[in-house]
């Protein structure tokens, strides 16, 4: 990482993102001054405040959005278009009601890109091993209303996973899940995203949390955004051996790093909750969360 | 609805929710239970169980509904107004033995059915069209407006001048009524599907034809399913009064045709068809409803 390789697989240069309301006219300036180079095979973290722009900058890699201002390139060329080198796993999942489990994690493969120049055999193939990699077996046939939130989320991870991304775009994908399954489930996230592989046979991974260990715990660097405007506050190298075991929590070291991304956060945390509880100061007043 | 362990003679595990504490009927017949227990299969609990189902309760309250008819029909005292129900389960049985009743019967369904899938043919991609596209949405939308407040009904004297009696007359009436809120259920359908699901296709790189055919199509089932129902509703209702003017055959003829000779007990009985028939056509159409989008239970018509 000292040295500056003459092309990063992501590249944000002064990235920003306005948003104007359609009835008010009101603008809001979702992110601002995004400069982020990020390696082939790193698995970056991104936290901060709600509403600091981190799904914004996430729509942005993902190419659903484009930036008002400053440039994003990945490998080299600017991104236009969504794609499905950059795999998106959306914060509230966006499982097609109407399939099934196996069709949702087939979606990518049946009726997209992923899945050209395959067979149906070969498709179906991918689609069970990675209905096995989530361990959903059994409930293949199940519709997403009639599966847990944690289940929901397997479905959205397997779905983007059986897509073959070179990018992984993850927006609080573990957010809904019960502390143990999570911790298994991150363990598990490190082991495909190929923690154990050479660095250059590893995907490169952009996951978004509210959750600072878990970000320490997972990432080769944590960004940490602040609001308003949203914009990278500081970028935290996480200087922990790989692979990772649930054994680091332990590590001293592990603490220190928590501890220093809680202090550059810690005060924004307090001005949203209050913000949230009495809208009595100047800045409470312009906390409006459109989620 | 909950029901109050303490102070009722409750019958065991809610089995009769439906019912409700309200029902003297059914809470009488259990035995006091402190807490509710496990379903047994002990026959009080059965006979609580068959006396408390929705079947139970609808034939209980068409009991009532039928007895009061008879008392109001013998209060009334004339069979040409009001005849018993009595009369007219006669008249039905007679209507039914030689096929009358089946030929009005059919014929009025045909039509329906007819007028359904001309009115879904033209609407439902239009509704694609409208929904899609906002240019095309703001020229065809203002005609939409204007027409959709005049009732079908209003057309049927302009249509007995151009299409005659005939079967024409009650299909276009028919589909004439189908067609507004089938379209406009489309085209709500199609610009409330989430964006989320478009975005996370296009993330996967599906392509306009696919993402039409298996993202928005879908989507935006459900709510054309709901605009089914109504369309079905309405057309129902007209085709009476189209039948009782511009037709020589159908249910709604029957009815006309039977009270010129005055006898009105098979009038009512082709009323009771009517209300049968839409009834099941109803329950088919959820059946259809529940096979076509299992997704979207519990998304009813208002
Ligand atoms: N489509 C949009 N239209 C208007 N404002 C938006 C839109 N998307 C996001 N924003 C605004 O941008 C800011 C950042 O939002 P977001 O990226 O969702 O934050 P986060 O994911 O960190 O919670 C918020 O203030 C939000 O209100
Ligand atoms: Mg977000």
Redesign the interface.
């Known amino acids: 990482m000292n040295q500056e390789t003459a092309m990063s697989k992501l590249r944000l240069r002064n990235v920003a993102k306005h948003f104007i309301a359609p009835r008010t006219g009101q603008l809001t300036t979702a992110v601002t001054d995004v400069n982020l180079d990020i390696e082939t095979g790193e698995f970056v973290c991104i936290v901060g405040p709600s509403g600091c722009g981190k799904s914004t900058v996430l729509n942005l890699i993902?190419?659903?959005d484009t930036p008002t201002s400053g440039t994003i390139e990945a490998n080299g060329a600017p991104i236009v278009?969504?794609?499905?080198d950059?795999?998106?796993m959306?914060q509230?999942y966006?499982l097609?009601?109407?399939m099934s489990v196996h069709d949702n994690i087939g979606?990518?493969l049946n009726?997209?890109?992923?899945g050209e120049g395959l067979t149906r055999e070969q498709r179906e193939k991918r689609i069970r091993h990675f209905v096995d990699l989530v361990r959903l077996n059994g409930s293949e046939k199940k519709?997403?209303?009639q599966l847990s939130g944690g289940m929901r989320q397997r479905v959205a991870l397997a779905r983007l996973l059986a897509?073959g991304p070179d990018i992984l775009l993850m927006d609080e994908p573990l957010g809904a899940l019960d502390s143990q399954t999570r911790l298994i489930l991150q363990v598990e996230l490190l082991r495909i995203w190929g923690e154990t592989a050479p660095r250059e046979q590893r995907k490169t991974a952009i996951f978004i949390t509210h959750d600072i260990e878990e970000a320490v715990f997972l990432g080769d660097r944590v960004v940490v955004m602040s609001t308003h405007p949203g914009r990278v506050k500081a970028i935290i190298p996480v200087d922990l051996p790989r692979p990772r075991s649930e054994h680091i929590r332990a590590d001293p070291r592990f603490g220190q790093l928590s501890d220093e991304i809680w202090d550059l956060i810690r005060d924004e945390a307090y001005r949203a909750i209050d913000g949230t509880e009495a809208p009595a100061g100047p800045k409470a007043t312009a906390v409006e969360k459109v989620e | 609805m909950t029901m109050n362990v303490t102070n009722h003679r409750v019958p065991e595990q809610g089995v009769s929710r439906a019912a409700g504490v309200d029902d003297p009927a059914s809470s009488q017949r259990s035995e006091p239970d402190a807490a509710p227990a496990l379903p047994t299969a002990t026959k009080p609990g059965a006979i609580r169980r068959i006396v408390s189902t929705r079947a139970f309760i609808a034939v209980r309250s068409f009991a009532a509904f039928l007895a009061l008819w008879y008392l109001l029909a013998a209060w009334v005292g004339n069979p040409i107004q009001l005849p018993s129900p009595l009369r007219v389960a006669a008249a039905l049985i007679s209507l039914g033995a030689d096929g009358e009743l089946f030929d009005h019967a059919l014929i009025s369904t045909t039509r329906l059915a007819i007028s359904l899938v001309v009115a879904v043919l033209l609407a439902v991609p239009l509704g694609f069209f409208m929904g899609l596209s906002p240019k095309a949405n703001a020229y065809l939308d203002p005609v939409v407006e204007l027409l959709r407040p005049i009732s079908g009904i209003a057309w049927i004297p302009l249509g007995l001048f151009i299409f005659g009696v005939g079967d024409v007359l009650p299909v276009f009436i028919m589909v004439y009524v189908a067609f507004f809120p089938l379209l406009l259920n489309t085209i709500a359908g199609v610009r409330h599907v989430?964006g989320?699901?478009v975005?996370?296709?296009?993330?996967?790189?599906?392509?306009r034809r696919?993402m039409l055919r298996?993202?928005i199509v879908?989507?935006a089932?459900p709510t054309v399913m709901v605009g089914f129902r109504l369309a079905f509703a309405g057309a129902w209702a007209a085709i009476i009064a189209a039948e009782l003017i511009g037709s020589p055959s159908g249910l709604g003829f029957a009815i006309e045709w039977y009270r010129q000779l005055l006898m009105t007990p098979k009038v009512y009985g082709f009323i009771v068809v009517i209300g049968i028939v839409g009834y099941l056509c109803d329950l088919a159409l959820r059946a259809l409803q529940r096979w076509l989008?299992?997704?979207?239970e519990g998304m009813e018509l208002a």
Do not use: E
């Not at chain 1, 009726?111 to 992923?114: D, E, I, K, M, R």
């Not at chain 2, 996370?200 to 392509?207: C, F, L, Q, Y």
């Not at chain 2, 989008?293 to 979207?296: L, S």
């Open positions: 993902a190419g659903l278009a969504p794609g499905a950059r795999g998106v959306f509230d966006a097609m009601p109407w979606f990518g009726y997209g890109t992923p519709y997403p209303h897509n | 989430d989320k699901l975005n996370a296709a296009r993330t996967m790189g599906v392509g696919a298996h993202v879908p989507a089932l989008t299992p997704w979207a």
